[in-house]
């Protein structure tokens, strides 16, 4: 079974503008939720999406947003890009059926540096 | 009250020695604690979990202790091995109600040969 696939594996963007990455979750799985990784920050919860539906957000501003398609592929957004907005996007799937914990499958992220 | 504090940021362990990292939790609705081992250039993956039904969890070197009533919870990793070398991660979630991961701030291990 192919593994969580995240597009594109490197970005750079400019102050201001907008980017958006993309997470093709493990075949099967509904929900798939977004991290963003900084040195010294660890690992910061975005949101998750199950069923085409936010479920849990984070506290990030509302630059950051997401959206999942019907086959449970998603993507995040973010706008107005800023110097503090680099960082390593990691996107994980989870089953999200039956009973908990459902564990999430990461996987190797999208490194965004905002110049 | 959703804070895991994570320590130490940063260990070296010779080759065969035990690497403890420790992490504590605020929310005493936290009900799930995994550790997650990340390489460079990928992303996490879970190495072992517990609840707080129990106080330890082993799984070949790799063991969980945890203190319900600390707050607290470690990972042990017995006969450490240079591929142990990686970024280790606690991790506390809700099993029930909103059901998201929040992490601690990682440690990078490093194991001498």
């Known amino acids: 079974k192919a593994g969580v696939t995240q597009t594109p594996r490197y970005l750079i963007k400019t102050r201001g503008q907008q980017v958006t990455l993309s997470c093709s979750p493990i075949s099967g799985h509904r929900s798939v939720s977004w991290y963003q990784q900084t040195p010294g920050q660890g690992l910061q919860f975005l949101f998750e999406y199950f069923s085409e539906t936010q479920r849990n957000k984070g506290n990030f501003p509302g630059r950051f947003s997401g959206r999942q398609f019907s086959n449970s592929r998603s993507e995040m957004n973010v706008s107005t890009l800023e110097l503090g907005d680099s960082a390593l996007y990691l996107c994980?799937?989870?089953?999200?059926?039956?009973?908990?914990?459902?564990?999430?499958?990461f996987g190797p992220g999208t490194r965004l540096t905002v110049t | 009250q959703q804070q895991v504090k994570q320590s130490p940021q940063s260990l070296i362990v010779q080759k065969g020695g035990i690497s403890i990292i420790n992490c504590a939790y605020e929310?005493?609705?936290?009900?799930?604690f995994p550790w997650y081992q990340q390489f460079p250039g990928k992303g996490p993956a879970l190495l072992i979990a517990i609840r707080p039904d129990v106080s330890e969890k082993k799984e070949g070197r790799f063991t969980i202790s945890f203190n319900k009533s600390a707050k607290q919870f470690s990972l042990h990793i017995m006969d450490s091995q240079p591929g142990d070398s990686a970024t280790y991660f606690c991790a506390a979630s809700r099993l029930q109600g909103t059901y998201k991961y929040i992490f601690g701030t990682g440690t990078r291990l490093k194991v001498l040969a």
């Open positions: 929310n005493t609705a936290f009900d799930y």
């Open positions: 994980a799937s989870s089953l999200r059926t039956g009973s908990p914990p459902y564990e999430q499958y």
